[in-house]
Each structure stands twice: as structure tokens, then as C-alpha cells.
């Protein structure tokens, strides 16, 4: 069963610029959660998509947005960028089941973008 | 103050050692802890999870939660040099099945020969 993928595996922008990263879940897999991952402050949660709606957001500014498409893979936008937004960015599938059980997510190997 | 709080290290052991990693966190609302392991430049993979208060033991691993300490703890027998990586712990509440988890910062292993 292939993972998650996630493209491209890396990006050089620059400031003002925007960019589009895209997601790939597992097959099956209906929920995908975007993080940032810095040094300085770790993995952070950006948002949640299931069945095509944002379910989840985290303290982010508004430049962050992303999209899930019925086919339940995931794009994520930074329009223009900072120099601060320069990270990994993770992206997470999961099954999202009912009922109280655990939501298990697997990562993708990340986009890392540098923006100068 | 952060939610949860993991010391980043580094950590350095030697081959054969026992390993603990914890983490503390704030919101008594948390019900699901997991530990991931990050080697560099790849993705968090999933260890362990454990739901509410216990122990849970896989191989070499063991995940233990005190949620009345708010204190989670993941410990690695016999270490090896390929456990070297970055241990994540992450939380999640059980309301709505969320799809946000909170992270630690990661504490950063390295297993001598």
C-alpha cells in the first residue's frame, strides 16, 4: 500500500511570491491534516480536511489556505510568502473513524521550501 | 507556555543503554498520547499510542501516561545506533475525532557503538 506523497519534495522561492504544495494520502484515507515544522518551533498544526471541508484550523494567518478535492487529495497555498515561512510542511492521511477510536496519521516525507 | 514541553536534548547514550523521553503537557483534555520517531529528512513515523492512563509495551518500547502528573514518558530498552533520531510525543483530545494533533518539540537521541 503506497504512503503518503507529497510534492514537490522541495521548493526555493522567493519573498512575495506564492506557492501551491500538493498531498497524496493513503488510499482510503479520507481526513488530511497539514503541520509546519521549524526549528525553532516545531510541528505545528495548520489544518485539517475531511471529505472535502476544513473540519480544524490552527494560529495561522489567513495567507495559509489549502483545499481537499473529492478524490480526497489536498493542495496547500501560501501567497505571499516571508522569509519566515520557510519550513518543512508535513502532511498527514488518516482513516478519521467515528465513535471515539483513535485517529491514527501517517506523514508524508514533506515539502521543504525555502523562501529568500 | 506551550501545551506540551519536550526537552529537545541532544541526548547521547551508549549502545545497549536505556533511553526515557518524556513530556509534560497542560490540557487535562487530552486523551490520545502517541510517540513518533523523525529520522532526518523524513517524515514522523508512528511508534507507540496509548489512550488515557497505563502502560503499553512493543519490543523494545514502552509508552507509560500519568495523566493525573500530566506526564508522559517513552522508554527504549538496548538501545541501538539505528534508534538514533527525533522522538516526538503528540496529544490529541477525543472529542470530534480530531485531526489536530499538538506536538512536543522532539527530543533529539544518539545512540554511540
Known amino acids: 500500500k503506497a504512503g503518503v506523497t507529497q510534492t514537490p519534495r522541495y521548493l526555493i522561492k522567493t519573498r512575495g511570491q506564492q506557492v501551491t504544495l500538493s498531498c497524496s494520502p493513503i488510499?482510503?484515507?479520507?481526513?488530511v491534516s497539514w503541520y509546519q515544522q521549524t526549528p525553532g518551533q516545531g510541528l505545528q498544526f495548520l489544518f485539517e480536511y475531511f471529505s472535502e471541508t476544513q473540519r480544524n484550523k490552527g494560529n495561522f494567518p489567513g495567507r495559509f489556505s489549502g483545499r481537499q478535492f473529492s478524490n480526497s487529495r489536498s493542495e496547500m497555498n501560501v501567497s505571499t510568502l516571508e522569509l519566515g515561512d520557510s519550513a518543512l510542511y508535513l502532511c498527514?492521511?488518516?482513516?478519521?473513524?467515528?465513535?471515539?477510536?483513535?485517529?491514527?496519521?501517517?506523514f508524508g516525507a514533506g515539502t521543504r521550501l525555502s523562501v529568500l | 507556555q506551550k501545551e506540551v514541553e519536550q526537552d529537545p536534548g541532544p541526548l547521547s547514550v551508549p549502545e545497549g543503554a536505556i533511553v526515557s523521553l518524556n513530556c509534560t503537557y497542560s490540557n487535562s483534555a487530552f486523551q490520545y498520547f502517541m510517540w513518533y520517531r523523525q529520522y532526518s529528512r523524513k517524515g514522523p513515523e508512528l511508534l507507540m499510542y496509548t489512550y488515557s492512563s497505563g502502560n503499553k509495551e512493543d519490543g523494545r518500547f514502552t509508552a507509560q501516561v500519568d495523566k493525573s502528573s500530566k506526564y508522559i514518558s517513552l522508554f527504549i530498552r538496548d538501545s541501538q545506533p539505528s534508534d538514533s533520531a527525533t522522538y516526538l510525543c503528540?496529544?490529541?483530545?477525543?472529542?470530534?475525532?480530531?485531526?489536530?494533533?499538538?506536538f512536543g518539540q522532539g527530543t533529539t537521541l544518539q545512540v554511540k557503538p
Open positions: 498527514a492521511s488518516s482513516l478519521r473513524p467515528s465513535g471515539g477510536s483513535v485517529n491514527i496519521q501517517y
Open positions: 503528540a496529544m490529541s483530545t477525543l472529542s470530534g475525532n480530531t485531526g489536530k494533533l499538538i
Open positions: 488510499s482510503g484515507h479520507r481526513s
